[in-house]
């Protein structure tokens, strides 16, 4: 079945731009979506973003000025980079597939997610 | 803040019932799904859609909406059923994902 794998650097400055790529396997990216979600220590999902395989965006409103969600189809692999970091960018970072359905859609599945921490 | 609320935490005894809730006003437009997160692990998609599960997920988790709520019940809850719970949906435009504030469901 269908897995994904985060990652990335794991710390990374203030001001300075996190990057992240998730690796999928076990099928194929084409024809889905792909998104990113995030979570601080100890608090909630937050979505940030998805990407058609064909290059299509959406980004939540919140994060749109400093996210691009971009997707490599020969490496089966699509990133996200999120710009201008503070402390508050601090988080296990998920990738996800996205079911999308006109009903709404859902998250399945997931990557295992990885911790970037925001420091100097 | 999360246009999908929910109660910060429940318990249940043993082998109850227990019925978690997610309100929104996006969700009388669109369904809730369900995720299960345990500590130091990625979420789980428990239920998606009007009550759908994905194979694998035990009969005993349900989903059922009403109006602007909608509601994930374990029938019989099991110890491994201690976790936190997140809905999901759009948000109010329609136009985006929303993650509801989670429930940390404690099982006695």
């Known amino acids: 079945q269908v897995q994904l794998q985060e990652s990335g650097p794991g710390l990374v400055k203030p001001s300075e731009t996190l990057s992240l790529t998730c690796t999928v396997s076990?099928?194929?990216?084409?024809?889905?979506?792909w998104s990113w979600i995030r979570q601080p220590p100890g608090k909630g999902l937050e979505w940030i973003g998805y990407?058609?395989?064909?290059?299509?965006?959406n980004y939540n409103p919140s994060l749109k000025s400093r996210v691009t969600i971009s997707v490599d189809t020969s490496k089966n692999q699509f990133s996200l980079t999120l710009s201008s970091v503070t402390a508050a960018d601090t988080a296990v970072y998920y990738c996800?597939?996205?079911?999308?359905?006109?009903?709404?859609?859902?998250?399945?599945?997931w990557g295992q997610g990885t911790l970037v921490t925001v420091s100097s | 803040s999360s246009e999908l609320t929910q109660d910060p935490a429940v318990s249940v005894a043993l082998g109850q019932t227990v019925r978690i809730t997610c309100q929104g006003d996006?969700?009388?437009?669109?369904?809730a799904n369900w995720y299960q997160q345990k500590p130091g692990q990625a979420p789980v998609l428990v239920i998606y859609?009007?009550?759908d599960r994905p194979s694998g997920i035990p009969d005993r988790f349900s989903g059922s909406s009403s109006g602007n709520t909608a509601s994930l019940t374990i029938t019989g809850a099991q110890a491994e059923d201690e976790a936190d719970y997140y809905c999901?949906?759009?948000?109010?435009?329609?136009?985006?994902?929303?993650f509801g504030t989670g429930t940390k469901v404690t099982v006695l």
């Open positions: 996800a597939r996205v079911l999308v359905a006109p009903t709404g859609g859902w998250f399945d599945p």
């Open positions: 076990g099928g194929s990216i084409s024809s889905y979506y």
């Open positions: 990407i058609f395989y064909r290059g299509t965006t």
């Open positions: 996006s969700l009388r437009s669109y369904y």
């Open positions: 859609g009007k009550n």
């Open positions: 999901n949906s759009r948000d109010s435009s329609g136009n985006h994902y929303v």
